[in-house]
Protein backbone atom coordinates (compact mmCIF):
# COMPACT_ATOMS: atom_id res chain seq x y z
CA UNK A 1 0.00 0.00 0.00
CA UNK A 2 1.00 3.40 -0.55
CA UNK A 3 1.02 6.64 1.33
CA UNK A 4 -2.22 8.13 2.00
CA UNK A 5 -2.71 11.66 0.03
CA UNK A 6 -2.29 14.50 2.40
CA UNK A 7 -3.25 18.04 0.89
CA UNK A 8 0.00 20.25 0.93
CA UNK A 9 -2.43 23.47 1.67
CA UNK A 10 -3.66 21.99 4.90
CA UNK A 11 -2.18 20.49 7.48
CA UNK A 12 -4.41 17.11 9.12
CA UNK A 13 -5.94 16.80 12.41
CA UNK A 14 -3.94 14.47 13.87
CA UNK A 15 -1.37 14.75 17.02
CA UNK A 16 1.74 14.49 15.13
CA UNK A 17 1.07 17.18 11.78
CA UNK A 18 3.95 17.05 9.48
CA UNK A 19 6.44 20.40 9.53
CA UNK A 20 6.45 20.82 6.06
CA UNK A 21 2.55 21.83 5.64
CA UNK A 22 0.61 24.84 5.80
CA UNK A 23 2.11 28.48 5.55
CA UNK A 24 5.12 28.23 8.12
CA UNK A 25 6.97 24.93 9.40
CA UNK A 26 6.08 24.19 13.36
CA UNK A 27 2.37 25.23 13.08
CA UNK A 28 1.44 21.41 13.13
CA UNK A 29 3.05 20.85 16.58
CA UNK A 30 1.33 24.66 17.77
CA UNK A 31 -2.02 24.46 16.08
CA UNK A 32 -3.07 21.10 16.91
CA UNK A 33 -7.03 20.36 17.25
CA UNK A 34 -6.39 19.42 21.20
CA UNK A 35 -5.00 22.64 22.21
CA UNK A 36 -7.29 24.48 19.76
CA UNK A 37 -10.13 22.88 21.47
CA UNK A 38 -8.47 23.55 24.96
CA UNK A 39 -8.38 27.14 23.65
CA UNK A 40 -12.03 27.24 22.54
CA UNK A 41 -13.31 25.19 25.87
CA UNK A 42 -11.79 27.84 28.24
CA UNK A 43 -12.54 31.03 26.78
CA UNK A 44 -16.17 29.70 25.78
CA UNK A 45 -17.74 26.74 28.13
CA UNK A 46 -15.36 26.03 30.90
CA UNK A 47 -17.95 26.91 33.59
CA UNK A 48 -21.10 26.08 34.35
CA UNK A 49 -23.92 28.15 36.34
CA UNK A 50 -24.84 25.51 39.10
CA UNK A 51 -27.97 24.29 39.01
CA UNK A 52 -28.75 25.42 34.84
CA UNK A 53 -27.06 24.00 32.06
CA UNK A 54 -26.03 27.43 31.38
CA UNK A 55 -21.96 27.70 30.21
CA UNK A 56 -19.17 30.31 30.36
CA UNK A 57 -15.76 30.87 29.71
CA UNK A 58 -12.72 33.20 30.61
CA UNK A 59 -14.35 35.31 27.52
CA UNK A 60 -17.06 35.81 29.56
CA UNK A 61 -15.80 36.71 33.15
CA UNK A 62 -12.62 38.92 31.35
CA UNK A 63 -15.56 40.81 29.25
CA UNK A 64 -16.96 41.59 32.36
CA UNK A 65 -13.34 44.25 32.67
CA UNK A 66 -15.35 48.14 31.00
CA UNK A 67 -13.47 48.57 28.14
CA UNK A 68 -10.36 46.39 28.40
CA UNK A 69 -12.21 43.14 28.54
CA UNK A 70 -13.63 42.47 25.57
CA UNK A 71 -10.12 43.68 23.73
CA UNK A 72 -8.07 41.27 25.83
CA UNK A 73 -10.87 38.60 24.91
CA UNK A 74 -10.85 39.29 21.18
CA UNK A 75 -7.48 39.17 21.40
CA UNK A 76 -7.23 35.56 22.84
CA UNK A 77 -9.90 34.65 20.54
CA UNK A 78 -7.80 35.60 17.51
CA UNK A 79 -5.48 33.04 18.10
CA UNK A 80 -7.81 30.39 16.39
CA UNK A 81 -7.73 32.47 13.25
CA UNK A 82 -4.63 32.40 13.32
CA UNK A 83 -4.20 28.93 13.40
CA UNK A 84 -6.82 28.41 10.90
CA UNK A 85 -4.82 30.74 8.32
CA UNK A 86 -1.64 28.58 9.56
CA UNK A 87 -3.35 25.69 8.53
CA UNK A 88 -4.48 26.68 4.83
CA UNK A 89 -8.07 27.66 5.57
CA UNK A 90 -9.60 29.06 2.49
CA UNK A 91 -10.01 32.63 2.82
CA UNK A 92 -14.14 32.74 2.60
CA UNK A 93 -13.98 30.44 5.93
CA UNK A 94 -11.14 32.76 7.36
CA UNK A 95 -13.41 35.70 6.83
CA UNK A 96 -16.59 33.95 8.22
CA UNK A 97 -14.25 33.54 11.49
CA UNK A 98 -13.46 37.19 11.51
CA UNK A 99 -16.72 38.25 10.94
CA UNK A 100 -17.97 35.80 14.26
CA UNK A 101 -14.94 37.28 16.37
CA UNK A 102 -16.13 40.67 15.15
CA UNK A 103 -20.06 40.11 16.23
CA UNK A 104 -18.50 38.88 19.43
CA UNK A 105 -16.30 41.73 19.98
CA UNK A 106 -18.62 45.15 19.19
CA UNK A 107 -21.73 43.40 20.43
CA UNK A 108 -19.76 42.22 23.82
CA UNK A 109 -18.69 45.56 24.30
CA UNK A 110 -22.26 46.88 25.27
CA UNK A 111 -22.69 46.67 29.12
CA UNK A 112 -24.01 43.92 30.22
CA UNK A 113 -26.16 43.04 27.91
CA UNK A 114 -23.11 42.13 25.55
CA UNK A 115 -21.86 39.98 28.43
CA UNK A 116 -25.07 37.82 28.28
CA UNK A 117 -24.28 37.51 24.56
CA UNK A 118 -20.73 36.77 25.04
CA UNK A 119 -22.29 33.73 26.98
CA UNK A 120 -24.88 32.86 24.45
CA UNK A 121 -22.69 33.59 21.52
CA UNK A 122 -19.40 31.18 22.22
CA UNK A 123 -17.15 32.78 19.47
CA UNK A 124 -14.91 30.78 19.82
CA UNK A 125 -16.56 26.90 19.87
CA UNK A 126 -18.22 28.72 16.24
CA UNK A 127 -14.86 29.44 14.85
CA UNK A 128 -13.51 26.27 16.30
CA UNK A 129 -16.54 24.29 14.72
CA UNK A 130 -15.65 26.10 11.14
CA UNK A 131 -12.15 25.28 11.60
CA UNK A 132 -12.80 21.69 12.24
CA UNK A 133 -15.79 21.93 9.11
CA UNK A 134 -12.78 23.36 6.84
CA UNK A 135 -10.42 20.80 7.35
CA UNK A 136 -12.35 17.84 7.08
CA UNK A 137 -13.56 19.36 3.80
CA UNK A 138 -11.04 21.60 2.69
CA UNK A 139 -11.95 23.99 -0.28
CA UNK A 140 -15.64 23.28 -0.04
CA UNK A 141 -17.75 25.92 0.88
CA UNK A 142 -21.42 25.43 1.18
CA UNK A 143 -23.94 27.72 -0.36
CA UNK A 144 -24.73 28.90 3.75
CA UNK A 145 -20.75 30.05 3.91
CA UNK A 146 -21.61 32.84 1.40
CA UNK A 147 -24.84 33.59 2.38
CA UNK A 148 -23.58 34.31 5.40
CA UNK A 149 -21.07 36.47 4.14
CA UNK A 150 -23.49 38.38 1.62
CA UNK A 151 -25.74 39.04 4.45
CA UNK A 152 -23.05 40.69 6.48
CA UNK A 153 -21.71 42.79 3.90
CA UNK A 154 -25.62 44.11 3.54
CA UNK A 155 -25.75 44.68 6.56
CA UNK A 156 -22.33 46.75 6.91
CA UNK A 157 -23.71 48.77 3.95
CA UNK A 158 -26.85 49.30 5.28
CA UNK A 159 -24.86 50.52 8.44
CA UNK A 160 -22.40 52.86 6.81
CA UNK A 161 -25.16 53.85 4.69
CA UNK A 162 -27.30 55.79 7.02
CA UNK A 163 -24.68 58.76 8.49
CA UNK A 164 -24.07 59.71 4.52
CA UNK A 165 -27.75 59.43 4.53
CA UNK A 166 -28.62 61.97 7.36
CA UNK A 167 -25.83 64.04 5.81
CA UNK A 168 -27.57 64.31 2.39
CA UNK A 169 -30.54 64.93 4.10
CA UNK A 170 -29.24 67.37 6.15
CA UNK A 171 -27.77 69.38 3.25
CA UNK A 172 -30.88 69.49 1.52
CA UNK A 173 -32.99 70.27 4.66
CA UNK A 174 -30.60 73.29 4.76
CA UNK A 175 -30.65 74.27 1.10
CA UNK A 176 -34.27 74.13 1.08
CA UNK A 177 -35.03 75.66 4.16
CA UNK A 178 -32.83 78.45 4.24
Known amino acids: MGKPVI ?4 LPPSRHAPQSSGRFSGAGRIFRDENLDMLAHVLDDCFRIPGTSIRFGIDGVIGLIPGLGDVLAGLASFILIIAAWARGIAYVTLARMLVNLGIGVLVGAIPFFGDI ?9 RNYA ?7 EPRRHTGSDWLYLLGITVVLLVILAIPLIVVVWLLLW ?3 YR
Open 174 to 176: LLL
Open 7 to 10: QPEI
Open 130 to 136: LLTRSIA
Open 117 to 125: FDIAWKTNR
